[in-house]
């Protein structure tokens, strides 16, 4: 069954593409921002804006949580003023948070009265606004009946079990982003520095078992310096790392080779690059030397 209604709260990189697919499918959404003006183009589209979160809340069934994090999620749908008008809706959270925080909102949405199902995604805002990013459910099986019809607008749904493991999923697969990021800022730097020309590199890597599709998504903008309206931010990343981080030793692991791309990615953020796109780890490992910084602009 399709909802009448649904609301999309943080309209920031993921939630604009989530908001403008399920426009795009005529539903009638409600759209909230914290700041307004990310989330006012959206009503040239055929959103109706919220300027409060329980304005957002009140009139749609189904609450899909594209939030920075669990705080903010808790800040927002779950603040005082949105409580009452809780009862009978349900709350989906897409955003990247971690297991046991997630089945914590779970529990806070029960005893408020509200069905939870989390919904963490694969994928950008443009690969939601297309319909093709991957969306993992952690849910009731009846919530997860009720609601993947409608999810899988966005692109395949994949059942993963009870709120908490498609959490846990998520953080498996994010993990990887800083992992293979800043392996090939590695090796491309290692490669620019010994003076051997990048293409063969390029070339022999495409060609064998070492190469990841996130390479060549990554290599423009890494050999231009440019990381400016950002896919996925350096800030985000540094927090999904620290969730797995936390999750990794819980469970007995040694996420030593995760730790080292921490590092790179905290002193990212400590020298100015928090909002840039995370292929800007480069700079962090493969430093312009400032001399070049100011008089060669050759890419690498
Ligand atoms: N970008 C991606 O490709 C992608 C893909 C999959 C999953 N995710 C996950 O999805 C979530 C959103 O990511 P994003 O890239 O869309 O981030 P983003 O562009 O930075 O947007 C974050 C959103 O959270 C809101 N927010 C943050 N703190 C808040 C608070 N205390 N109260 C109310 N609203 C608050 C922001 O509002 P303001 O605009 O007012 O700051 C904005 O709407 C994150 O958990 C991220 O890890 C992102």
Redo the contacts with the bound molecule.
Sequence with gaps: MLPTSLAV????????GVARRFLAGGLSVAVY???PA?AEPLAAIGARLSAT?EGAVETSDLLLL????A??VR??VFSEPCRPHLPGRTVCQ????GPDESRELAELASSLGARYLEA??????K?AEEGRAQVMIGAEPEDHQRWHPLLGLLGRCFWIGPVGKAAAL?LAL?QLIAAETTAFALSLGFVRRSGVPVEPFLEILRQSSLYCPTFDKKLARMRERNFAS????V??LL??IDLFLAEATRLGLRPDALEGARTIVRDAMESGRAALDYSALIDVVDPPPKSELAKDTRPI
């Excluded at 897409?94 to 948070?97: D, E, L, S, V």
């Design positions: 709260l943080g309209t920031g990189l993921l939630g604009q921002n914290r700041s990310k979160p594209c939030l920075s994090d705080a903010a800040q927002t897409m955003g990247t948070i963490p995604v694969l994928g950008n805002g690969d998520k994010n950002p896919n996925f931010s800030r985000l927090k999904d």
